[in-house]
Every structure is written in C-alpha cells, then in structure tokens.
T-cell receptor, first 117, second 115 residues
Framework: AQKITQTQPGMFVQEKEAVTLDCTYDTSDPSYGLFWYKQPSSGEMIFLIY??????QNATEGRYSLNFQKARKSANLVISASQLGDSAMYFCAMREYEGGSQGNLIFGKGTKLSVKP | DSGVTQTPKHLITATGQRVTLRCSPR?????VYWYQQSLDQGLQFLIQYYNGEERAKGNILERFSAQQFPDLHSELNLSSLELGDSALYFC??????????????FGSGTRLTVV
C-alpha cells in the first residue's frame, strides 16, 4: 500500500503567486517525520522542510511552509511568492521506522511544478 | 557541492554487464543510504549502511549488493543488468543511524543507462 500520496502530477503557478502542493500519508506509528524535497532539472535532491508528528506548530522555512493536518494525515507544502527558480519536481517523504532503522525515507511520486512568468 | 560525492556521474553499459557505483559520504557522516529513482517506480530506498555494517534493507534486488568500507565510502554493485535497471542512483549520508530533522545530504547521483 502506498504510504505517501501526491495526487498532483503537475501544476502551474503564476510568478509571485502562492501555490500548495498536496501530500497525504499513511502510517500507524505515532512518531513519524515528514519531509519535502525539491529536485530541479539538474537532478540533485534538495531538502526544503521538515515536520515532526509531535510538533505543535506548522513548520516554516523562508518561503516554504508546511500545512500539517494530523487528523487528515496531510502535509501540504505551501510556497509563497513563487519564483521562476521554483520550477522543479517536489517530493513528499516520510521517515520510516521499520526494522529498527530510523533513516529510511518513503517518497511520493512527486509533483512537477512549473512557474509561469 | 553537498559534500556527498558520487562517481561516475553517467554510466552507459550493456545488458548482462556488471557495474560499480561509488559514494563518498560527507565528512563525519557514518551512515550511507542508497536510493534508486526510475520513471516507473519513483524514488525507492535500497539499502543503508552505518559505520561499515548493513543497517536496513529496502527494495533491493538480489542482483544488487553494497558494502561500506573502513574509510566509510560505499559501493553499490549492480550485476546481470537489465534494461529496467536504467535509473538515477542516489547516495545520501547522515551523521547518525537515522535521518535528522534537517534531512540528510544527497549526492548528485549516478545516471545509469542500460542498452
């Protein structure tokens, strides 16, 4: 069963506008972590933001914020004031604790964001 | 530069062949993780090593193997290659035997093309 679901294969946003990328997750573990990564066309994976399951407040990092709704098991990424350089693939991921390891990440299929000038 | 070095950046090889991908973790990091990114499967965790020992295994095929050496660099060996093994292979590293809240550092990847 897919544990991370990103329902938007592709999205367009006008430059300077805000955009929300959706992510839902599935886990029975009360302690988990959620991550967002950006992958530009050059291919590297860039960490954007983290949300822990026990964090009381939504995470923010500059123009990135995470809309964490625990009951709905959603962790949507909000990018404010989009820039052309934000055009990339965005991946939602969850830290897995299977097998005693706390290092594996389960990734969603990704959302391709295109910022229009 | 993330500090995680992967070589080679590109690799083209024929079906049935064997290749070795190399990863040098960021200085001070003891954990190395290997991921495969393919068009159909997306990003999948393959295997993790911590200080020379295998720590966790994901969806790694039996034709694939890995190891981490005393100097902490790691190698991913892919044998009897098939067309479907064509993918971008990422290495990532972290200090501890877990991913920190700031994520872990990915290398730039090795793009493998099997023809």
């Amino acid at each position: 069963a897919q544990k991370i679901t990103q329902t938007q294969p592709g999205m367009f946003v006008q430059e300077k506008e805000a955009v929300t990328l959706d992510c839902t997750y599935d886990t029975s573990d009360p302690s988990y972590g959620l991550f967002w990564y950006k992958q530009p066309s050059s291919g590297e994976m860039i960490f954007l933001i983290y949300q822990g399951s026990y964090d009381q407040q939504n995470a923010t990092e500059g123009r990135y914020s995470l809309n964490f709704q625990k009951a709905r098991k959603s962790a949507n990424l909000v990018i404010s004031a989009s820039q052309l350089g934000d055009s990339a693939m965005y991946f939602c991921a969850m830290r897995e604790y299977e097998g005693g390891s706390q290092g594996n990440l389960i990734f969603g299929k990704g959302t391709k964001l295109s910022v229009k000038p | 530069d993330s500090g995680v070095t992967q070589t080679p950046k590109h690799l083209i090889t024929a079906t049935g062949q064997r290749v070795t991908l190399r990863c040098s973790p960021r200085s001070g990091d003891l954990s190395v993780y290997w991921y495969q990114q393919s068009l159909d499967q997306g990003l999948q965790f393959l295997i993790q090593y911590y200080n020379g020992e295998e720590r966790a295994k994901g969806n790694i095929l039996e034709r694939f193997s890995a190891q981490q050496f005393p100097d902490l660099h790691s190698e991913l060996n892919l044998s009897s290659l098939e067309l479907g093994d064509s993918a971008l292979y990422f290495c990532a590293s972290s200090v501890e035997d877990r991913i920190a809240n700031y994520g872990y550092t990915f290398g730039s990847g090795t793009r493998l093309t099997v023809v």
